[in-house]
Nanobody, 121 residues
Framework: VQLVESGGGLVQAGGSLRLSCVAS????????MGWFRQAPGKEREFVAA????????YYADSVQGRFTISRDNAKNTVYLQMNSLKSEDTAVYYC???????????????WGQGTQVTVSS
């Protein structure tokens, strides 16, 4: 399985970015997908997830109402639209295949290489 993220960059607070993650290696539409992030000196944390069909989405409280996860199964791609960005959103963002919800979101086995998002205040 290979997951390749793109779309990160430097943006001013209040701005927007759209991350993409292209998956290959197994049938994309069979799996839920998620985004996690890791800020310097902090543990990796859940950001958003979407079911295999795209009919249900889930968000961390910190991004609810600002971020939108979506997917295009024909393109084997999952997206993360990030609006109203804040300095605290600065992190490396990782695509993940197959996350599951227990008491917390547990990532699946496969990760992308990550894409840096930096929000300047």
């Amino acid at each position: 399985v290979q997951l390749v993220e793109s779309g990160g960059g430097l943006v001013q607070a209040g701005g927007s970015l759209r991350l993409s993650c292209v998956a290959s290696g197994r049938t994309f539409s069979n799996y839920g997908m998620g985004w996690f992030r890791q800020a310097p000196g902090k543990e990796r944390e859940f950001v958003a997830a979407i079911t295999w069909s795209g009919t249900r989405t889930y968000y961390a409280d910190s991004v609810q109402g600002r971020f939108t996860i979506s997917r295009d199964n024909a393109k084997n791609t999952v997206y993360l639209q990030m609006n109203s960005l804040k300095s605290e959103d600065t992190a490396v963002y990782y695509c993940n295949q197959g996350p599951t919800l227990k008491r917390l979101w547990i990532p699946g086995d496969y990760w992308g290489q990550g894409t840096q998002v930096t929000v300047s205040s």
